[in-house]
């Protein structure tokens, strides 16, 4: 198996940059196999690398991709669409590597939404155990009370079982609307539409805004970014993944 040089396997895992592969490596932080290593030292794909006790998550295959994507309203989240609607994968430009949506948003809702070509890492987000968090940024009508405030965060029967406990907060209150902060540990299928129906609101508005420790901020609606890597590594250790 070919060996490359260690601050280049750092920088190719989305640990850091090269340089700054370089300067740890000159400090004495980074040990391969539990022995410190120089510059100029070489390792393959499989190596044990660790910087200050912590090891570097080595992807398994070259030029992995993670994406982030601000999905635009009257977009389904499949790769092609037999009915002809527009699809989220329209949406990119110039991508040299095949990706995939990690989990979905429904047409009608927009925000925060992952692609990549790494299937260990999509079903890790994915994955039920692993409770990520995810808040979304809901618009409801027509008012909302307290007895459906208490529903909502404690949990309400949506497809014949309970959700979780959820995290909700009001964020701004108008006469006939109400704009919600939701923040929920499961990924059921239109599961935050299901619960604001199940008492009594109407969403008019659905957007996610964070998954995990990844936030959308200012990305424009259609727009789309990799992830960096100190983002890489937060999501990481946000589903146990070692690094």
């Known amino acids: ?129 692993r409770h990520i968090s995810k808040t979304y940024r809901v618009t409801v009508r027509p008012d909302i009370s307290d007895e459906q405030l208490v529903r909502l965060s404690e949990g309400v029967e949506i497809d014949g079982k309970k959700t979780l406990p959820a995290n909700v907060v009001v964020k701004d209150k108008e006469a006939g609307r109400v704009v919600l902060l939701i923040t929920i540990k499961e990924g059921r299928n239109r599961q935050i539409r299901k619960m604001c129906e199940a008492v009594g609101l109407e969403v008019a508005r659905l957007r996610r805004i964070s998954i995990g420790p990844l936030k959308l901020g200012m990305l424009k609606p259609g727009a789309y970014r990799n992830l960096t890597p100190d983002e890489l590594r937060a999501i990481r250790n946000a589903i146990g993944k070692e690094n």
């Open 1 to 129: 198996m070919e060996k490359i040089r260690i601050q280049k396997i750092m920088a190719d895992a989305g640990y850091c940059s090269r340089r700054k592969a370089e300067e740890l490596i000159s400090q004495g932080r980074v040990k391969l196999n539990g022995r410190p290593v120089k510059l100029g030292d070489k390792a393959d794909s499989k190596a044990l690398i660790s910087v200050d006790g912590e090891k570097i998550y080595i992807p398994r295959k070259k030029n992995m991709v993670y994406i982030m994507l601000n999905k635009p309203r009257g977009y389904v989240t499949t790769v092609s669409d037999e009915l002809d609607r527009k699809c989220v994968m329209d949406l990119f430009e110039d991508l040299e590597e095949r990706v995939y949506p990690v989990g979905r948003l429904d047409r009608n809702s927009e925000g925060l939404l992952l692609f990549t070509n790494d299937g260990e890492f999509a079903n890790n987000i994915m994955h039920p155990s």
